[in-house]
């Protein structure tokens, strides 16, 4: 017969494995860095894996199938000492659409401002209650808290808040910081401003259309085709007035059509004009660094 404390650890076995939330593909470029020890890459791959898939982010309990897909890929560019490195770091989320085989990609960006301390054998440990002065953890702990409120934002309206929060206060605790990407002044896209566009009350309506666009049209289309793409239509035009009404920085939204702009184009090519035009006119204001790719949709093409 099973003891108490034996069954107890099962359950507990049991409530950790559950709470897998996210299903995260970690790789560890060097190709640019000559002479030095490429195992370090492969440890350093291997513990940061073990670091997002071992942290309990949220309090939620996901079944594998539910987990949330992404990919953290670092490309080290300089190995600066050893145990500082420098590169760039290329963050990717992705969703399920409702009733189908296809997955969307809801934030793709890259970090070009990497630099973090990595000490090998050390196991990562986070500390919500303090900034890790070798900021590697603080990096990946932001971007995934930042996709935790993304991917929750998709599914409901405002969901992802608590997890935005967790992320600006890693941006807060990390101000007093020796390595960049943290702080306003530095750059005008950086971590500092993700999190501060998410949180914005001038960028209230972009969360809102994060929601409007993925439940109310993408998971929608298996349904209706014209239904979903009329919300996606919509969406547009609200997220014009986020271009308009942003008084500093819009680089929530950049990061948004850097994710977005191919898919909007094959979902409006085939529409009718009347509707092509309306959507065309919108994203001239809202995306007209992808206006050349939009061409397509003003074409019916």
């Known amino acids: 017969m099973k003891t108490l404390s034996t069954i107890i650890a099962i359950f507990a076995s049991i409530s950790i494995a559950s709470a897998q939330e996210m299903l995260c593909n970690i790789s560890v470029q060097s190709a640019q860095v000559q002479g030095t020890n490429k195992q370090v890459y492969d440890n350093m791959r291997n513990a940061l894996q073990d670091f997002v898939k071992s942290q309990i982010w949220t309090n939620d309990n996901f079944d594998n199938k539910e987990r949330i897909e992404c990919s953290l890929n670092f490309n080290i560019t300089e190995q600066i ?9 290329t963050v990717q989320l992705r969703r399920p659409v409702y009733n189908s085989a296809y997955t969307t990609t809801t934030f793709n960006m890259q970090d070009g401002d990497i630099q973090f301390r990595y000490n090998e054998g050390q196991p990562l440990t986070y500390n919500p209650n303090s900034y890790d002065p070798d900021n590697l953890v603080p990096i990946i702990a932001f971007y995934t808290y930042f996709m935790l409120g993304i991917d929750y934002d998709t599914f409901s ?139 397509k949709i003003k074409n019916g093409k």
């Open 157 to 295: 309206l405002n969901g992802g808040s608590q997890y935005f929060k967790q992320a600006e206060n890693i941006v807060n605790q990390a101000q007093s910081s020796a390595f960049s990407g943290w702080k306003s002044f530095e750059s005008t896209q950086n971590r500092y401003w993700l999190i501060n566009n998410a949180l914005d009350n001038n960028h209230k309506i972009f969360r809102q259309e994060l929601y409007n666009y993925h439940r109310k049209g993408l998971d929608q289309m298996t349904e209706s085709v014209e239904r979903g793409r009329q919300a996606i239509a919509e969406s547009m035009e609200q997220l014009k007035k986020v271009k308009q009404n942003a008084t500093r920085n819009a680089y929530l939204l950049t990061i948004f059509f850097t994710a977005k702009s191919d898919e909007i184009v094959n979902i409006f090519s085939q529409a009718p004009q009347i509707e092509r035009e309306k959507v065309y006119q919108a994203l001239q204001l809202a995306d007209p660094a992808n206006i050349n790719k939009y061409q």
């Open 81 to 89: 000492s050893s145990n500082e490195f420098k590169g760039t770091l």
